[in-house]
């Protein structure tokens, strides 16, 4: 007897069991570290030292000027944390404990089994293969928890960010023309994937 279409519905509907990152993931340079409000100073000293390298593609860089901009934006990342809708995590040194950065999950989606990775650095810590260690850090614990295809988005004109998609093995799959609004320009961006092994 063949399955009702009920039945197979629900079979391919399963969802995997939405899950958290861990709180901290060390790698050999570095500890991840969930976003929390005892980092605020140091990423609004950060956020000043680097503000004209980060803006560039980083709208959200203009918003953070003051220590109370950046507690509230601490307070949303914990709350989207709670909802499972965004992970943030620190990028810190394993040796000195200081902020060089941020990587996070965004659009979380654990019924079709995706998720998009986030992340920025300071200037100076940049070209040394720190974000390909952050980033393959947090896709392991996602492939991990069931998540099968891995996202990163990114201004075509940003060359960084899509070098380091491309050094960690994910393929362009699309180009979205004229889809940003930045500064008062429109950008193509470029989506890269990347599936469990």
């Not at 803006?55 to 307070?75: P, Q, S």
């Not at 295809?149 to 393929?171: L, Q």
């Not at 799959?173 to 429109?186: H, I, N, P």
Request: net charge negative.
């Amino acid at each position: 007897m063949a399955p009702s279409e009920g039945a197979v519905f629900l079979r391919r509907a399963k969802m995997i069991e939405a899950f958290d990152l861990p709180e901290t993931i060390e790698t050999e340079r570095l500890r991840l570290i969930r976003r929390n409000h005892d980092y605020d100073r140091q990423m609004l000293q950060v956020l000043n030292d680097n503000r004209d390298f980060l803006r560039r593609y980083l709208f959200w860089v203009d918003k953070n000027k003051t220590i109370e901009d950046v507690v509230r934006a601490t307070d949303m990342f914990d709350r989207e944390w709670q909802e499972r809708r965004e992970q943030a995590l620190l990028i810190t040194g394993k040796e000195n404990g200081e902020l060089w950065g941020c990587i996070g999950t965004h659009a979380l989606d654990f019924f079709n089994r995706e998720a998009e990775l986030g992340y920025w650095l300071a200037e100076d810590k940049t070209g040394r293969g720190y974000m390909s260690e952050a980033v393959r850090a947090v896709e392991q614990v996602m492939f991990s928890g069931g998540i099968r295809r891995m996202v990163i988005c990114c201004d075509a004109e940003n060359t960084a960010s899509a070098a380091v998609a491309k050094r960690g093995g994910y393929c362009l799959e699309a180009v979205r023309k004229q889809c940003l609004y930045t500064y008062g320009e429109f950008h193509d961006e470029e989506v890269y994937v990347k599936f469990r092994p």
